[in-house]
């Protein structure tokens, strides 16, 4: 009866399908940069399409994995931003995380290397302390999206995000107030938040200080009703019609923006 059982798991474990990887990757993954934390992912990867799953989500890893899913979106996304990965879009749910890059970069130690001119000293490489404290922010972001949005947010969505940061070079803080705003006037897209950044960077806010001292100054601009209708009577229009406004603010498109999006503090 042991024997019977033994044979039958044996049977379920040879059934099971295997996972074909190159030995040079499990050898050389280390000098290609990848942590073994990552190479366990690429492997996971890998089984994933063998079953017809061509773009894992985080969720679907972190059911085999011990990471949490918010630590697994941050891996695919450096590893993406390092080269190692790709998205192939084909279209809304039909996006695929590629390999190729990882096995281009695979075949370059391969390849002999000419000898070269002794190089100047090498920048100063960032701590592991600061990588990780990076990475929790951009983890942290992405799931501040998620909570504000009340849904997963897409992989094209993760690299909207990380595009802003890394592209972009916008602060996170600024990109936390815009989500802020728009979820304030009730816009749940990321073109919304887009065009707020791209408002704000054309008018040269950098920070949230400078985001601040903008707000005021285009609140001492607005007119209060009693200062509008004090105006009009002045010009003998007795209120009925608005003051026509200054040819600085009807040019200012980003204080038009404003006034429909609204600036809430």
Request: glycine letters at 8%; hydrophobic letters at 35%.
């Amino acid at each position: 009866m042991q024997r019977q059982t033994q044979e039958s798991a044996f049977t379920v474990l040879m059934s099971s399908g295997f996972v074909a990887i190159p030995g040079i990757l499990l050898r050389e993954y280390k000098r290609l940069g990848l942590s073994d934390e990552e190479m366990m992912l690429v492997l996971h990867v890998m089984q994933f399409r063998q079953e017809g799953i061509e773009f894992p989500t985080p969720r679907e890893l972190g059911e085999r994995m011990t990471l949490h899913p918010d630590v697994l979106a941050g891996m695919v996304q450096q590893l993406v931003h390092r080269g190692l990965l790709d998205i192939d879009e084909h279209g809304l749910g039909h996006d695929a995380l590629s390999l190729r890059p990882l096995y281009a970069k695979l075949a370059k130690l391969l390849e002999p290397k000419p000898p070269v001119a002794p190089a100047a000293p090498a920048a100063k490489p960032v701590s592991s302390y600061d990588m990780l404290e990076q990475r929790e922010q951009q983890q942290n972001l992405f799931a501040l999206f998620e909570q504000e949005f009340g849904r997963p947010i897409s992989p094209i969505e993760y690299e909207r995000i990380s595009c802003w940061i890394d592209q972009d070079h916008y602060r996170e803080e600024l990109i936390r107030e815009a989500l802020k705003e728009a979820v304030l006037a009730g816009k749940f897209n990321f073109r919304y938040i887009d065009r707020i950044l791209f408002e704000w960077g054309k008018s040269n806010i950098r920070s949230i200080q400078d985001l601040t001292v903008h707000r005021e100054q285009f609140r001492n601009r607005i007119p209060t009703r009693g200062q509008n209708n004090k105006t009009g009577n002045k010009n003998g229009n007795a209120g009925n019609k608005p003051a026509a406004a200054s040819d600085e603010d009807s040019g200012n498109k980003y204080d038009m923006f404003y006034k429909v999006y609204g600036g809430n503090g």
